[in-house]
């Protein structure tokens, strides 16, 4: 290549990734994310010494991660359309009731009929779940785990039971009422149940990711991806989940994937946004 041409394309570069740095400035300053950026110095040394000792010693030894899990965090977990998403929940809601199976239910909610029959077809036999939704015609809320339309509860919250966690499907779905559900539930019926996101676009239909929502925002950021896994979607596994009373959903690729994580419910890197 002539070294004159050489010159050109460094320019256009260097232009081109000045103007993306300059837009990529200006929005983090419009929609208030450059927050997480900004350190509390308060503290930090104490942290900055015990996250030292764990990566350099202690994480060899099979030491605990020095930082608890943030019980504020509202994560989103984004698995891509293939991945599995309804055996992730199973997995989820799995998870969170063998840690506490006298803390209460776990919801799962979505917006439409369709998706609330078939996650709940892919629970595990070990589990007991139900459906509160009027458009599939049952309106039970004995379950360990419930599914639910986002039309039937939303002004029922006062007769739900108690839950540990809310699962909410399709994420990129939550708009005000989920908000206002969410934040009625964790007020005053459920307080401290955890509330976690699932969706393939973590982000609403302006290319606005959903923790960065300047009105009804109910995430605080991406907990984790997940892929499609080698035998996403398989019907053996789904049967085999279905038919084994014992079998956790674990030998799903992406639902393994997950239950071997540490950090599925752990506070995110995107502090929420004011």
């Not at 103007?19 to 942290?47: D, S």
């Not at 785990?145 to 499907?169: E, G, Y």
């Not at 393939?200 to 991806?225: D, K, Q, S």
Request: glycine residues 8%; aromatic residues 8%; charged residues 20%.
């Amino acid at each position: 290549m002539p070294f004159e041409y050489a010159i050109v394309i460094h320019n256009v570069c260097g232009i081109t990734l000045s103007a993306v740095f300059l837009l990529y400035t200006i929005l983090n300053i419009k929609t208030k994310n450059y927050k997480q950026y900004v350190p509390h110095l308060k503290g930090m040394m104490p942290m900055l010494i015990a996250q030292a000792k764990y990566y350099i010693y202690g994480v060899f030894k099979g030491h605990p991660h020095p930082f608890e899990t943030n019980p504020d965090a509202k994560p989103i977990i984004d698995a891509a359309c293939g991945a599995g998403k309804s055996l992730i929940i199973s997995a989820v809601a799995d998870r969170i009731i063998q840690q506490n199976p006298g803390g209460g239910a776990v919801l799962v909610v979505t917006h439409r009929a369709e998706l609330v029959k078939q996650n709940h077809a892919k629970l595990p036999a070990h589990l007991r779940g139900t459906i509160f939704s009027a458009s599939v015609g049952k309106k039970d809320l004995t379950g360990q785990v419930i599914f639910a339309n986002i039309q039937s509860i939303q002004k029922q919250w006062h007769k739900m039971p108690k839950f540990q966690a809310v699962l909410i499907d399709e994420a990129h779905f939550a708009a005000k009422a989920y908000a206002e559900f969410v934040e009625k539930i964790t007020a005053k019926q459920s307080p401290g149940a955890r509330i976690i996101g699932l969706t393939a676009t973590p982000y609403n239909g302006a290319g606005v990711w959903l923790h960065m929502l300047p009105a009804h925002r109910i995430f605080t950021g991406l907990a984790c991806e997940v892929g499609i896994g080698d035998d996403a979607g398989s019907d053996q596994v789904l049967d085999a989940i279905r038919r084994d009373s014992n079998l956790v959903p674990d030998t799903h690729p992406a639902a393994r994937w997950l239950l071997g994580r540490d950090d599925w419910v752990r506070a995110v890197p995107h502090r929420e946004a004011v």
